[in-house]
């Protein structure tokens, strides 16, 4: 059989790539990634700001990881059949939400009231990041649109602790988040004009029946425990643990 005659074949040759939408989204998970992980170097003046424990201020980061989780596995059943485009600008938005929400938290439960919400983005974001690449980018490019993603989010992982520390100092631990802000703005702004419309198709808004088969699965609950044991092994070693028992 030749492909060459296959209208599939046809569609997808004739697929444009968007990459401008691929670097917005880029920009959008540098960001993510920069507020999860700018509370590292930050907790000292966060729990002395708002008077708790740096222990407790660390709490901040668990809070985010568990909204991520819970987040990424219902995000196709809470999301239905909205349009994808629509939905990432709603996350973005809260992204924005969220840093701001914490640079003006007056207590400890504005503050984690905050971190949830980046914790459900970045669980939002996550969740579809590789059905993104596919709308965007013609089906041979899709790993390197997936390479770039995870570029912005090895970045971010890099620079968001000395770059929050730099911000505190010269500014304070708020002013630091409040520094995402605009940069929320521009992402916005950014997805608004290159990202196309993303309809969901039927098999994208079933409910979540395909996700309590999965994790009904004997297999892929042992997998998820061994995870969950290893990163709790690894908890000792952490900077969130040290200052805590500290």
């Excluded at 971010?156 to 802000?181: D, E, I, K, M, Q």
Aim: aromatic share 8%; net charge positive; with cysteine.
């Amino acid at each position: 059989m030749d492909l060459r005659k296959h209208s599939a074949y046809d569609d997808d040759k004739n697929h444009s790539s968007n990459w401008r939408g691929v670097f917005s989204i880029t920009l959008c998970v540098f960001t993510l990634i920069a507020s999860e992980f700018m509370p590292v170097s930050l907790l000292s003046p966060i729990a002395m700001d708002l008077e708790i424990t740096e222990g407790t201020a660390g709490q901040g980061m668990t809070i985010s990881g568990i909204c991520a989780v819970l987040t990424s596995l219902c995000i196709r059943r809470l999301a239905g059949k909205m349009n994808r485009k629509y939905l990432l600008l709603l996350l973005t938005a809260l992204m924005g939400i969220s840093a701001l929400i914490v640079a003006m938290a007056p207590n400890f439960s504005i503050y984690m009231l905050g971190r949830a919400l980046i914790g459900v983005v970045i669980g939002g974001f996550w969740s579809m990041s590789v059905a993104t690449a596919v709308r965007l980018v013609h089906i041979s490019q899709v790993p390197r649109a997936l390479a770039v993603f995870n570029g912005g989010n090895a970045l971010a992982t890099v620079v968001a602790a000395p770059l929050g520390s730099y911000l505190s100092s010269v500014t304070s631990w708020r002013g630091a988040f409040l520094s995402l802000v605009p940069i929320a703005v521009v992402t916005f702004i950014w997805q608004w004009i290159s990202l196309p419309s993303m309809k969901a198709g039927a098999h994208q808004a079933a409910s979540g029946s395909g996700l309590r088969r999965l994790l009904g699965d004997r297999s892929v609950a042992i997998g998820m425990g061994a995870a969950g044991i290893f990163l709790w092994g690894n908890l000792p070693y952490s900077p969130i643990f040290a200052r805590t028992s500290n």
